[in-house]
């Protein structure tokens, strides 16, 4: 393989890592951006599911005995198509109301878990608790009484897979937009090597065939000439075709810094 193809090769090993590496890292930036960004829409609609509920809780009604509860997760779960449900739970981790066909999926399956649920959302720093999983988003806001204690937590489940697909969309997307600039820096590359590699190889060719030749018979008729003489005519080849590369490689760096 010749100079030039190795070279080839190489920038554009160096390019497609350089690529795949940006593409990688705006994926992984975007994708958390998105879950960020659903977090924050989450989180306004558990606040106002928390406030609704709180203003029936500040009328003297017990969190069970709220009617208007189921109304208004009801309302939240049908915002989006893409939210699994909307539960409401007590202290002890029991739902007492939930919206949604898929409401508990994504609850642990034992109330003692739903309680420890509860008890992180409690001691979460504004209002909100948040937690996600391959599977869901999920984020949830303490119902407080009118003495400021958690008596219920209001957790909206999103589906994790929609997420993902429009974090999949930008990833191809984004990919085939990479693929022209790819494309063409490559190909500018290659012509640039083949302008200014092509006189260096040359040289470097004739280098080779000059230190091939030291090895072969030289003399009258064929013969063999002195093994001494043979490695002086070979010695001065070689530095014969040492300075004549050198000075190539000293022409092509003075071609490329006045370009």
């Not at 204690?149 to 999949?168: C, E, K, T």
């Not at 984004?174 to 490559?186: C, L």
Request: hydrophobic share 50%; net charge neutral.
């Amino acid at each position: 393989m010749s100079l030039f193809f190795k070279l080839a090769f190489a920038v554009a090993a160096i390019l497609c890592f350089s690529i795949a590496l940006v593409v990688l890292l705006n994926f992984a930036k975007f994708e958390r951006t998105l879950i960020e960004l659903q977090q924050s829409r989450l989180r306004v609609l558990a606040l106002d599911a928390k406030a609704s509920t709180e203003a029936a809780i500040d009328l003297g009604l017990a969190l069970p005995s709220v009617r208007d509860a189921q109304r208004i997760i009801a309302r939240v779960s049908d915002m989006d198509p893409d939210i699994r449900g909307v539960v409401i739970l007590d202290r002890q981790g029991i739902v007492l109301f939930q919206s949604g066909l898929h409401a508990t999926t994504h609850l642990p399956g034992s109330a003692r878990g739903r309680a420890a649920w509860f008890e992180e959302a409690a001691r979460a720093r504004g209002g909100a608790w948040s937690r996600t999983d391959s599977k869901a988003l999920v984020v949830g806001a303490p119902i407080l009484n009118p003495f400021s204690q958690p008596v219920g937590l209001v957790l909206i489940a999103y589906d994790r897979h929609a997420l993902d697909a429009r974090a999949r969309e930008f990833l191809h997307d984004f990919a085939r937009q990479a693929m022209w600039p790819f494309i063409g820096g490559f190909a500018l590359v290659c012509a640039l090597m083949l302008v200014l590699l092509k006189p260096i190889g040359r040289r470097l060719q004739e280098l080779e065939v000059a230190l091939r030749r030291t090895g072969e018979p030289t003399g009258p008729e064929g013969a063999q000439a002195p093994h001494g003489a043979v490695e002086d005519e070979g010695l001065h080849v070689f530095q014969l075709r040492y300075h004549e590369a050198s000075q190539a490689l000293v022409q092509a760096e003075q071609s490329l810094e006045g370009s």
